[in-house]
């Protein structure tokens, strides 16, 4: 069953995990996300959490969170429609020049640290959870898990492996790590396999 959100017209089911359903809905002519919270999910303190988060952050790589609320006993969200075309499709043309390597990273870069200048962690970054405007401008599509910096519990921080200690890396590393992966996509101009003894979701 459609949601009907009053102010939302042209509902329409664009996706859907294990967390949440995402509809396209339009509002007074702006094309939005309006994302559920999937009742056999039971994560509405993350739900919430991460509203509070992206509210907050008012940066431009990340999409402007408009309001927040109960639909017949589900949690909602509305957030700004995100256009562009995929990753995935950008690397189609072949590997980025350095000079927009560069510049592409350190927009993102900046994003990540006003997350966890906030004490947060995005945790669910790759490359399908990013956008590229028509500006040439990359956009995350949303702030991700929002997980607490310092949680020691690795339901709800996943970590990577310190090759040469073999131990656990930091939590914070966790996203710098995912960046790092992303920049090489992008240099080498097609997604490359993950390397023995990463960890890529603990969920």
């Given at each position: 069953m459609q949601p009907d959100i009053p102010g939302l017209e042209q509902i329409e089911e664009?996706?859907?995990?294990?967390?949440?359903?995402?509809?396209?809905?339009?509002?007074?002519?702006?094309?939005?996300?309006?994302?559920?919270?999937?009742?056999?999910?039971?994560?509405?303190?993350?739900?919430?959490?991460?509203?509070?988060?992206a509210t907050q952050l008012s940066h431009p790589a990340f999409p402007v969170h408009l309001?927040?609320?109960?639909?017949?006993?589900?949690?909602?969200?509305?957030?700004?429609?995100?256009?562009?075309?995929?990753?995935?499709?950008?690397?189609?043309?072949?590997?980025?020049?350095?000079?927009?390597?560069?510049?592409?990273?350190?927009?993102?870069?900046?994003?990540?640290?006003?997350?966890h200048q906030r004490g947060y962690q995005h945790q669910e970054l790759h490359l399908d959870e990013l956008r590229v405007e028509r500006s040439?401008?990359?956009?995350?599509?949303?702030?991700?898990?929002c997980a607490r910096q310092g949680v020691p519990n690795p339901a709800e921080a996943p970590f990577y492996l310190d090759e040469d200690s073999g131990e656990m890396a930091p939590l914070g590393?966790?996203?710098?790590?995912?960046?790092?992966?992303?920049?090489?996509?992008?240099?080498?101009?097609?997604p490359l396999e993950e390397p023995a003894g990463a960890i890529p979701h603990l969920k």
């Open positions: 664009i996706g859907r995990n294990y967390q949440l359903v995402g509809y396209r809905a339009l509002r007074q002519g702006r094309e939005l996300v309006l994302e559920l919270l999937r009742p056999e999910c039971g994560e509405v303190e993350w739900f919430f959490r991460s509203v509070a988060v309001e927040s609320g109960w639909w017949k006993g589900q949690p909602y969200r509305l957030r700004e429609y995100v256009r562009g075309r995929t990753v995935k499709q950008l690397l189609s043309d072949g590997p980025l020049t350095e000079e927009r390597l560069v510049a592409l990273i350190h927009a993102l870069a900046s994003g990540l640290a006003a997350l040439g401008v990359f956009r995350f599509l949303s702030a991700g898990r590393s966790y996203d710098v790590y995912c960046l790092g992966r992303i920049a090489l996509d992008l240099a080498v101009g097609y």
